[in-house]
């Protein structure tokens, strides 16, 4: 019955659908990571920044609902891939990658500098804070497409 | 302290103590109704077909929650506490709104009355004012606008004053954090149903206003309240709303997911070959 509908409604549509669910999972999972490690864990980034600019909070306000959006849905097209035996693993990790790393860097160049949210940590060498963490943002998303490009159907898990 | 403002303020604590006693039975009395009423439908719904006992379970745990909010110790506190405040907002508008909407009231009504009061309920719920507010968008604006328009005018500090606007805030907060529920969840039946991604996007939109105005209560409390309370009690709302959204969200996907399911029957062509 698989391999049936399978034929029918074209792969195409699922080979975007892993990229999808893997891009959500992963901005989701960076946004969660940021909460747990950063502010409650760690207490370098602070809830509320006096020098925060109002488009700061907004956007803030958003990517923070929206990643609560992302992680659940992201892990039920995972569910939903599994269900039709659609999954592609590679291409999956790779939207993990791609979509944590997007994030990364909006918030690290965007909320952090530009909007001034708050910094990574409150001590005098920020910089060196901040070119750690985009840099890996950049390294997660040259990865990530990597990987999501060179997955191909045939990876599919049975 | 002068010894006159000392008495002045100790009248102004006597005036709040008379006031939440006089308020908080009022806003007792429709919860109570609203508990009769859902245990008795139960019960007498279960000469046909039983009602599952885990509606009714969520029922009572809602309207727990609601009087938690409107008397005893926290409700007390919140007047002149911004942090119990908003464990009384948490409460009264998301926690038991959640509860009540998942024991799917009007399907319990609407299946327990005569056919002829339910036909009535049924065409009174697609009257046209209760169909513009069960719009998820309508709803939206009065849950999170009507909480912008608590905090950021001086309606705060009229509703810690006056017992009629004391009630009415409560009122509101809880049937706009009701409808707006029941309108993402559709549980119950409604006359339109909307489209998941529609409703997706309200709850989104719900979810960032309601963050948005957590943080920016932290820097800006309302009048009369404390900054160490302001900060305290929005990082509370924020935390709390999210973990309420959280499993509005969960039951939402769920819902997609449910619907999305892969299905043989469906598909008379399958037999391409």
Same mark, same amino acid.
């Given at each position: 019955?698989? %391999? *049936? #509908?399978?034929?029918?409604? /074209? ?9 999808? !669910?893997? @891009? ?24 509320? %920044? *006096? #020098?925060?600019?109002?488009? /700061? ?9 929206? !990643?609560? @959006? ?89 | ?273």
């Amino acid at each position: 019955m698989n %391999d *049936q #509908s399978r034929n029918i409604r /074209g792969s195409s549509n699922f080979s975007a659908r892993n990229l999808w !669910s893997g @891009f959500l999972f992963g901005v989701g999972f960076v946004a969660f990571f940021d909460e747990a490690v950063f502010h409650q864990l760690l207490h370098w980034h602070h809830f509320y %920044d *006096q #020098s925060t600019t109002s488009a /700061g909070l907004v956007s803030d306000g958003f990517f923070h609902a929206f !990643s609560w @959006f992302a992680t659940v849905g992201g892990l039920f097209l995972f569910a939903d891939l599994r269900r039709r035996q659609e999954l592609v693993r590679k291409k999956w990790l790779g939207g993990i990658l791609l979509g944590a790393g997007v994030f990364q860097l909006y918030d690290g160049v965007i909320q952090h500098k530009v909007m001034r949210l708050h910094q990574i940590r409150y001590v005098e060498n920020v910089w060196l804070y901040d070119l750690v963490w985009n840099i890996s943002a950049v390294l997660m998303i040259i990865v990530g497409a990597v990987l999501a490009t060179r997955a191909k159907k045939g990876d599919r898990d049975a | 302290m002068l010894p006159v403002q000392k008495r002045v303020i100790e009248m102004h604590n006597e005036h709040h103590m008379q006031m939440t006693l006089s308020a908080s039975p009022w806003l007792a009395v429709p919860f109570i109704i609203v508990l009769s009423l859902y245990v008795w439908a139960a019960f007498r719904s279960r000469r046909r077909k039983a009602w599952p006992a885990s509606r009714t379970a969520l029922w009572i745990a809602g309207v727990l929650c609601s009087l938690a909010a409107v008397m005893g110790p926290v409700a007390q506190k919140a007047h002149t506490d911004f942090v119990a405040h908003m464990t009384v907002h948490l409460l009264l508008g998301m926690l038991a709104p959640l509860f009540l909407a998942l024991a799917a009231p009007m399907t319990l009504f609407l299946r327990t009355l005569p056919v002829q009061q339910a036909r009535l309920l049924s065409r009174l719920l697609q009257s046209r004012p209760l169909l513009f507010i069960t719009n998820p968008a309508a709803a939206l604006v009065l849950n999170i606008g009507g909480l912008w328009l608590l905090y950021t005018t001086s309606l705060y500090t009229l509703m810690q004053e006056n017992v009629l606007a004391h009630v009415f805030v409560h009122l509101h907060v809880f049937l706009a954090g009701y409808v707006f529920t029941a309108s993402i969840l559709c549980i119950d039946p409604a006359p339109f149903r909307r489209r998941f991604r529609f409703r997706a996007a309200v709850l989104l939109l719900a979810l960032a206003g309601h963050s948005i105005l957590s943080k920016f209560l932290y820097a800006h409390p309302p009048a009369g309240v404390s900054s160490i309370q302001a900060e305290a009690g929005s990082m509370l709302m924020y935390y709390g709303g999210d973990a309420v959204d959280l499993v509005l969200v969960i039951f939402l996907c769920s819902q997609w997911f449910h619907a999305a399911r892969p299905r043989k029957a469906a598909r008379p062509t399958t037999t391409l070959s």
